[in-house]
T-cell receptor, first 115, second 110 residues
């Protein structure tokens, strides 16, 4: 157990629907990062939050949004889902925003299947 | 932003042999290079990292080398074991976010 909790583990939904993925960071970590991993693809950075504020954006679609709550858990909202959104979505956390000194701890991911 | 390339995409070795995975990066300001191992059904796990003020780092059977001039770094696994079979990702950072390579699927044949 890495200490980063992601729910649900699996999600199957239809095209056009909206889903919410949840992440609880490791205790003491203030930064949360979201990554998308499609089949045979690497880890694509989506978005980062630090202590409730958005810090960086990667290749995140406009149909996707995220937030980090006062208790530091984060949610990734995916709307108007398309077949191509099927992927593993990982959350990672770190103590601060400088990855050199605290590194990342990943959760086990949420596997989203859009049918 | 940073662009990290990783080779090979797949690698098969006999148990006991060595495995080498290579990565190149584009941003000369990057100064932190971690390696992650992802086993089936799990999230990536940090196995070793190196900072730019060091050329080589070793942890038991795993070592990483860094050539800042050429902007490439490599993961070396010696005396491979079946439990080393996994997908390995390299990454580069200059302090903000990690940029990952596309992964190498390592298979250790018993």
């Amino acid at each position: 157990d890495s200490g980063v909790t992601q729910t649900p583990k699996h999600l199957i939904t239809a095209t056009g629907q909206r889903v919410t993925l949840r992440c609880s960071p490791r205790s003491g970590d203030l930064s949360v990062y979201w990554y998308q991993q499609s089949l045979d693809q690497g880890l694509q950075f989506l978005i980062q939050y630090y202590n409730g504020e958005e810090r960086a954006k990667g290749n995140i679609l406009e149909r996707f949004s995220a937030q980090q709550f006062p208790d530091l858990h984060s949610e990734l909202n995916l709307s108007s889902l398309e077949l191509g959104d099927s992927a593993l979505y990982f959350c990672a956390s770190s103590v601060n925003t400088d990855t050199r000194y605290s590194g990342y701890t990943f959760g086990s991911g949420t596997r989203l299947t859009v049918v | 932003g940073e662009n990290v390339e990783q080779h090979p995409s797949t690698l098969s070795v006999q148990e006991g042999d060595s495995a080498v995975i290579k990565c190149t990066y584009s941003d000369s300001a990057s100064n932190y290079f971690p390696w992650y191992k992802q086993e089936l059904g799990k999230g990536p796990q940090l196995i070793i990292d190196i900072r730019s003020n060091v050329g080589e780092k070793k942890d038991q059977r795993i070592a990483v080398t860094l050539n800042k001039t050429a902007k490439h770094f490599s993961l070396h696994i010696t005396e491979t074991q079946p439990e080393d079979s996994a997908v390995y990702f390299c990454a580069a950072s200059k302090g903000n976010n990690l940029f990952f390579g596309t992964g190498t699927r390592l298979t250790v044949i018993p």
